[in-house]
Every structure is written in C-alpha cells, then in structure tokens.
C-alpha cells in the first residue's frame, strides 16, 4: 500500500518495514508485514494509514528506509520486523540507534519478558525502541519479532483463557506515548489491547 504525504494530525501514520535478505529476493514470501497489517486492523478503531516496505539485512537500507519514513513521509509510529537476533547480518537495532534521538529501553524490556514465557532463546534478542525527532515532527521507532505469532504476543501481551490479561503487550503503552510526542490520538479496541492512559489524558468518546 503506497501512503502519500497528507499532513492530518488526527490520522495516525504507521510504517512497517520487514528485514529479510530472503524475503526481500523473493525466496519466500514476506509474513512479517501482513502480519502487522492484520493486527492493527483487528486492534485501532481511530483513523489510520500505513507504509510498508521489504528490504534485505543491510544497515544502510535500513537507516534510509526509517528516516524516509519519518522525516519524509512523516509517520508516527514505524515498526520494524527481523534482524534483532545476534548473526552476523542481524543489523536492524544497530540502524535504528544510528537514526535515533532518544532510546526508549522499557519496551525492549518488555518484549523479551512477553517472548521469555514461551522460548529460554528470546533472551537473544536486541530489540530497542527509539524515538526519532526533527524540527516538527517526532515518531516512535520499534524493533519486533519476526513470526506472526510472536509479533501478535508481544503486542497484545497473554491472557488466560477467560480473557484476563496475565502479562501486558507493549502496544498499551503507545498511545500515550505518542500523545506525549505530539501526535495523533490513538483509540483502541479494548477486545484486542487496551490503551493505557492517565485519567487526565483521556478523551471523551465521540
């Protein structure tokens, strides 16, 4: 899906950039973006567009691709997929550092706590979060997981079976985040993840 620069404050701009050398030649087919594209259609009821691309594990590729993504076509939020592991080509959290203004630890935190409840090798991972800011415009940067179910856990956090949430998913602290950044205000179907807010932050529902 192309995303044409359109300056709507109340429309949230996401980029989504899956990193594969294999994928990115053909060799099998992407799963990382549909993944995303099928979360964030089940989890925001608030206005949203989105930019994708598939680049190979190359720290130049990269870095262009997260700062065309904020700094040109100014996004909001940009999550990545791949790459976080410890190879030799695994540069994806070395690219998002070289493009970054502020880290944003807790979320890495976080996300090898999600994944650490199912696999003792999640504690391999090297995925960070950053913040990315210019003159007018501020975005969030995330490294996820490459599978589409670690990439759904991670956001979404775990239930149990009567739906009560056991360990919390990254995404219900983003919302707020952005709002704190300057950017749109994010609504979220409560079914999929809730958004945490401040009582003081949150809006009345139109």
Known sequence: MTMTKINNPDQLRIGLVSISDR??????????IPALRDWFSAALTSPWQMETRLIPDERA??????IELVDVLHCDLVLTTGGTGPAKRDVTPEATLA????EMPGFGEQMRQ??????PTAILSRQ??????SADHAA?????PGQPKSIKETLEGLKDADGKQLVAGIFAAVPYCI???GGPYIETDENVCKAFR???AVRAKT
């Open 198 to 200: 401040p009582k003081s």
């Open 99 to 102: 493009v970054a203004t502020k």
């Open 61 to 66: 590729a990269i870095e262009k691709a997260l």
């Open 23 to 32: 994928a990115s030649s053909g060799v099998y087919e992407d799963q990382g």
């Open 128 to 133: 960070v979060t950053v913040i990315r800011e």
């Open 179 to 181: 709002d704190l950044m």
């Open 114 to 119: 999600i994944s650490l409840r199912f696999v």
């Open 140 to 144: 969030l940067i995330m490294n996820l």
